[in-house]
Nanobody
Framework: QVQLVESGGGLVQAGGSLRLSCAAS????????MAWFRQAPGKDREFVAR????????YYADSVKGRFTISRDNAKNTVYLQMNSLKPEDTALYYC??????????WGQGTQVTVSS
């Protein structure tokens, strides 16, 4: 079972940038679809971005399109989320997730992102 550890969260002012990292262990993620989700207080967990196993296809929620970029380095077994032009509404706990074929997602513990206005 793949283990995921997120890092890179923190407090940033609106308009600023952060880069989240998700380091995988126990299994190589080169065959896994990787994704980022987030959950704000009092809200359901929501999809943010997804990247195919090869990195050739990426998908984004409308709310982050043009501001966030998901990428992966299979040699480092790591996935990234570059977040630019951050807004207060981006404040949430960000989760990394891995999925092999049509299986369920494996989840990390999350990293907190707080954007001040």
């Amino acid at each position: 079972q793949v283990q995921l550890v997120e890092s890179g969260g923190g407090l940033v002012q609106a308009g600023g940038s952060l880069r989240l990292s998700c380091a995988a262990s126990r299994r190589t993620i080169s065959d896994y679809t990787m994704a980022w989700f987030r959950q704000a207080p009092g809200k359901d967990r929501e999809f943010v971005a997804r990247i195919s196993w090869s990195g050739g296809a990426t998908y984004y929620a409308d709310s982050v399109k043009g501001r966030f970029t998901i990428s992966r380095d299979n040699a480092k077994n790591t996935v990234y989320l570059q977040m630019n032009s951050l807004k207060p509404e981006d404040t949430a706990l960000y989760y990394c997730a891995a999925r092999y074929s049509d299986s369920s997602y494996y989840w990390g513990q999350g990293t907190q992102v707080t954007v001040s206005s």
